[in-house]
């Protein structure tokens, strides 16, 4: 079965350091990989995403990711955080196989919080 | 307006009240979802409509009824539910092409908060 696991339930960092988050999944092919974002009483809201082609993507708010198939990871970066990226992170991951019709499964996120 | 949008925001119930959660999205979009979202557990689909084909997880209670109308709205019927139902129901929605999930991209709402006393 396809899974998704973000092992850092909580990470702290101060303003302007740099943000690593984990992202690793179960499948046998390669999936389409995405990051969501969730501030507080707030839907997700998608960062960037990962399809096929150059492995490192850009995506919105400074955010960037890089695909690793022989790590079957896709984790999530920013160089210098700012404490508007306090927010809950998602990673997901689609599979393209008609039974499962767009279905993502999610990992159960990273609770960011940033220090001033 | 844009994108998806969800009512009500905040709902609170009582385990004997029929209510429902409605959804509408405007990106022109022929798949939609219902996500719920509880505290500490990962997003779980509940429904997908896509297509004109309805899908469902199996662990849903038949306490959630889902109704697509058109591609635009999908709502959420509620009957006699449990305190732990008590969560955040998600609706999104995507642009799927026919034999393929390739763009399956979701867009998300705001989402309901639901509380059943």
């Known amino acids: 079965a396809q899974s998704v696991t973000q092992p850092d339930i909580h990470i702290t960092v101060s303003e302007g350091a740099s943000l690593e988050l984990r992202c690793n999944y179960s499948y046998g092919a390669t999936p389409y990989l995405f990051w969501y974002v969730q501030s507080p009483g707030q839907g997700l809201q998608l960062l960037l995403k990962?399809?096929?082609?150059?492995?490192l993507v850009q995506g919105i708010k400074g955010f960037e990711a890089e695909f690793k198939r022989s790590q079957s990871s896709f984790n999530l970066r920013k160089p210098s955080v700012h404490w508007s990226d306090a927010a809950e992170y998602f990673c997901?991951?689609?599979?393209?196989?008609?039974?499962?019709?767009?279905?993502?499964?999610f990992g159960r996120g990273t609770q960011l919080t940033v220090w001033p | 307006e844009t994108g998806v949008t969800q009512t009500p925001r905040h709902l609170v119930m009582g385990m004997t009240n029929k209510k429902s959660l409605k959804c509408e999205q405007h990106?022109?979009?022929?798949?939609m979802y219902w996500y719920k979202q509880s505290a500490k557990k990962p997003l779980e689909l509940m429904f997908v409509?896509?297509?004109?084909?309805?899908?469902e997880n199996n662990s849903v209670p038949s306490r959630f009824s889902p109704e697509c109308p058109n591609s635009s709205h999908l709502f959420l019927h509620l009957h006699t539910l449990q305190p732990e139902d008590s969560a955040l129901y998600l609706c999104?929605?995507?642009?799927?092409?026919?034999?393929?999930?390739?763009?399956?991209?979701?867009?998300f709402g705001p989402g309901t908060r639901l509380t059943v006393l």
């Open positions: 409509y896509s297509l004109e084909e309805r899908v």
């Open positions: 990962y399809f096929s082609g150059d492995t």
């Open positions: 997901a991951v689609g599979i393209d196989r008609g039974s499962t019709l767009g279905r993502l499964y």
């Open positions: 999104a929605s995507s642009q799927k092409s026919l034999g393929t999930n390739v763009g399956n991209e979701q867009f």
């Open positions: 990106l022109g979009h022929n798949a």
